[in-house]
């Protein structure tokens, strides 16, 4: 006997599963909340939304240079461009780095994220706002804001993913602030743009967000040991000991 307790591996995983199950629940709460809000046409709600979207499309309209620069960052952060470099990523992550049960995890995550924006698309099925003169126009429903959902999704899952391989706080540092700043030009986008509503957008990140959180919780609890991957910096990944004979001692 080394006078070291390793506790049972069960409560924690089961600990963490039901904090991935709360995370899920609290997103879904927001998501069919702000939904069901949005299909009965919940008066507050709607006269904020047409507010702040008719001061954001007379703010951009007559700026050329602005509205092209929005339209430009439209066509870059399509899901479907953003998804594709994430599973070069992924690739990436597995083959490059061992991080093998990672990257599955994470672009299982980019396909979820991506299915759920378009289910519930469809299931609430809110009109795009309708601007005299609209700065732009795009196709689909409005409810939640696909830009926003999937690219606060990809930015979330990339930093997570490649959390394990940056050595140096500067990095995380300038990872997260990325990851920050591109959600806010998106969501911002959508806005001024006049395709999506404030709380399309804001519905959208935190869906997104909130997903990929709930995912993660989920991935932590179940992930076994996997030899080829590098260990990860989470406290709660890592098996809890205590030293007996340490203890004794003092």
Known sequence: ???????????????????????????????????????????????LDESVIESATAFSRPRAGLTDSLVLWQEV????????????????????????????????????????GLGAKYLFQRARPELEDPVSTSPGYSFPSGHALNSAAWATIVVILVWPLLAHTWAKVVAVAAAVTMVAVTAADRVLLGVHYPSDVTVGVITGVGLVLASYAGYVGWHPPDEHEAPVHDPDMQPATIDVAERLEH
């Open 77 to 116: 952060t399509q899901p479907f461009k953003l998804y594709l470099l994430g599973a070069a990523l992924c690739l990436w992550v597995w083959l490059a780095k061992g991080l093998r049960t990672r990257a599955w995890w994470a672009f299982g995550t980019m396909m979820l994220a991506w299915m759920v």
């Open 1 to 47: 006997m080394n006078g070291t307790l390793t506790p049972s591996p069960a409560p924690t995983r089961a600990r963490r599963l039901t904090r991935a199950l709360v995370y899920a629940l609290a997103v879904a709460t927001v998501l069919f909340g702000v939904g069901l809000l949005v299909r009965s046409q919940w008066d507050p709600l709607i006269r």
